[in-house]
């Protein structure tokens, strides 16, 4: 607990008019607090002057109290500076968790999302997928950019807003999409989110009723699981094949109100999405009148050809809802995203977004403006993109150098992981809990199937991994390969 923090507390706790005079009362509440864990030892008090001066009574109230606290042990001071709680006392306070009950008094929703809720083990290192190169960033001229427009930000970026995001940011980011994904936009039909994840969230309740079906990819990106079902959706899986998601296969026959895909990329197979599904999957959602959700995740890391363009912009009639992101390019802590609504829904998700959940971070939208406008975005792209290809093609020869050929992976043409379809006898769930125990991160294939999983496999990401990490995980990896092989 900080110094000014226990000054207020003690400010608050003082009862002025009681018989119990002031120094005494100090006393009583400085045990009090020692005692039960609140002030952990080694814990810095307020200096006596500063105390006097916070709770306006004599300094020599305070010094009373601290005096006789020394005595019974309870404090000590350090010359030149300050005092001290006696590191008798535990260092910090350990709150006991509360014994898990059932049931836990979740709504029937709550219910279904928690219990769909698997985090995954290892949000970095090897093999860590979604994962960029945070080292490699340009942070000195990205906290340049933050610094100035912190001081500069005048109360306006400061206050509550409800406009959809910095107009700034809105407008470079138009010119980017339009130009990288020909995606057909305006300033004003952008939203500033929280991350692609809340865009989600917010997509699934201002376009889908509880009980609403959502088709998903299977296999597929599970935080869209999450937030789908967060709308008391339907989920059904919507096969994919060698061209991307397959309408012709879902055996369900009842219409979708959305459908959610991952064209340009798909997550977590690697498939890209052909022009002719991409028609197909337009023409579908027209006859269904279904909204279609376009996650374009990763499309900025293309290793092998033009990126087909965006389907929002080959949407005639405006059912696509386009979500970005900026955590693959930059970090995942920035909590920046977008969604490109069309004209007559944006008034809608505008509101309901600054309603739900207030939109700030206006200072750090304008250093993201500038950081596009400048051209550092592009330049930060195009060296991760080399980086990714060099990781992609290092983790293709450190599999077979180490023996792990058995390994059939996906082919690479995009993104930041591959996935590794493992050899019949190969249990996937065993391999990731033994390559955890080493520090090693196997995300198993089947944590993205909303059925029986068709396939055992591995997602394996490589664009956070450095050279050394690697060369370690795939020895890992084969070395596991071989022990499950003799059993």
């Given amino acids: ?34 005692s039960d864990g609140r002030l952990a030892g080694d814990t810095l008090l307020p200096a006596s002057r500063e105390l006097a001066a916070s709770l306006k009574v004599g300094r020599n109230t305070v010094l009373n109290a601290y005096e006789q606290l020394q005595a019974e042990g309870y404090l000590s001071t350090r010359h030149g500076a300050g005092t001290y709680v006696t590191d008798l006392f535990c260092q910090r306070q350990q ?18 999302l928690f219990a769909s809720c698997r985090l995954p083990q290892g949000l970095s290192g090897a093999f860590a997928p979604g994962v ?36 700034a940011l809105r ?21 500033i989110t929280h991350g692609a994840q809340q865009g ?44 991307g998601l397959a309408p012709q296969l879902v055996a369900d026959p009842r219409p979708p109100r959305l459908i959610y895909t991952t064209p340009s990329h798909q997550y977590p197979s690697g498939v890209v999405m052909s022009l002719s599904r991409r028609l197909t999957l337009l023409q579908h959602a027209e006859q269904a009148q279904a909204w279609i959700i376009e996650d374009d995740y990763d499309s900025e890391f293309r290793y092998r050809s033009q990126p087909l363009p965006a389907l929002q912009g080959m949407a005639p009639d405006e059912r696509v809802i386009y979500v970005g ?5 930059m970090y995942p802590s920035l909590r920046i995203g977008y969604l490109v609504v069309p004209d007559a829904l944006i008034d809608a998700f505008r509101s309901a977004n600054a309603r739900l959940y207030r939109e700030g971070q206006y200072p750090v939208q304008a250093a993201l403006a500038d950081f596009i406008a400048a051209g550092h975005f592009a330049r930060h792209v195009r060296r991760m993109r080399e980086l990714y290809r060099e990781r992609q093609q290092l983790l293709r020869q450190a599999l077979a150098d180490s023996a792990a050929e058995r390994l059939a992976l996906s082919p690479g043409e995009a993104g930041m992981h591959l996935v590794a379809s493992l050899p019949a006898g190969v249990q996937e769930q065993a391999l990731s809990q033994a390559a955890a125990t080493q520090g090693v991160w ?25 050279q050394q990490a690697i060369r370690h995980g795939t020895q890992v990896l084969a070395s596991l390969l071989q022990e499950q092989g003799k059993k």
């Fill in 325 to 329: 992101t900026f955590s693959k390019v």
């Fill in 95 to 112: 709150t006991p968790l509360p014994a898990r009950r059932l049931p836990l008094g979740l709504s029937a929703r709550g219910a279904s």
């Fill in 442 to 466: 196997l995300r198993p294939l089947a944590h993205h199937y909303l059925a029986t999983p068709q396939q055992q496999g591995l997602v394996l990401g490589y664009a956070g991994v450095d």
């Fill in 200 to 243: 989600l969230e917010l997509t699934a309740r201002m376009l889908a009723d509880p009980g609403d079906i959502a088709w998903v990819e299977e296999p597929g990106y599970a935080g869209a699981h999450a937030a789908f079902r967060g709308a008391g959706l339907t989920l059904l899986p919507a096969p994919v094949d060698a061209e």
């Fill in 171 to 191: 407008e470079v980011l138009a010119e980017y999409l339009q130009l990288s994904r020909s995606v057909r936009c305006r300033p004003e039909q952008i939203l």
């Fill in 132 to 167: 960029p190169e945070i080292r490699q960033f340009p942070h000195h001229c990205w906290q340049q950019l933050l610094s100035r427009h912190q001081r500069q930000a005048h109360p306006a970026m400061l206050n509550y807003t409800a406009d959809g995001g910095l107009p």
């Fill in 1 to 34: 607990m900080q110094a000014a923090w226990i000054s207020e507390a003690l400010a608050a706790s003082l009862e002025r008019h009681s018989k119990e005079g002031l120094s005494r009362q100090l006393m009583r509440l400085l045990r009090q607090w020692i």
